[in-house]
């Protein structure tokens, strides 16, 4: 079992950066994928970008060349570094780990806008 606790997030104008965490209550170094996902308004949650336990990760094409997600271990902890923000990147954003079922965080609110 595992709690996960988002932040980081905030107005931000377009074109601007925002480094989420993801704060672990456990170890994330025996954790195989973390993921975030992100809930836009008035729509469905949907995936974001993969870390996987060997180093690889992955990202929706949607964020691709602008997001990074990465592990620092020692913290027990997930980021996602958002650069180039758009509009369409404003939702609430999610932290999730699966252990057998999916853990997830409480959401951070990520708004882009001028």
């Known amino acids: 079992q595992v709690q996960l606790v988002e932040s980081g997030g905030g107005l931000v104008q377009p074109g601007g950066s925002l480094r989420l965490s993801c704060a672990a209550s456990s170890s994330i170094d025996t954790i195989y994928t973390m993921r975030w996902y992100r809930q836009p308004p008035g729509s469905q949650r949907e995936w974001v970008a993969k870390?996987?336990?060997?180093?690889?990760?992955v990202y929706a094409d949607s964020v691709k060349g602008r997001f990074t997600i990465s592990r620092d271990n020692a913290k027990n902890t997930v980021y996602l570094q958002m650069n180039s923000l758009k509009p369409e990147d404003t939702a609430v954003y999610y932290c999730?780990?699966?252990?057998?079922?999916?853990?997830w965080g409480q959401g951070t609110q990520v708004t882009v806008s001028s």
């Open positions: 870390s996987f336990r060997n180093g690889v990760t």
């Open positions: 999730n780990a699966y252990i057998q079922t999916d853990y």
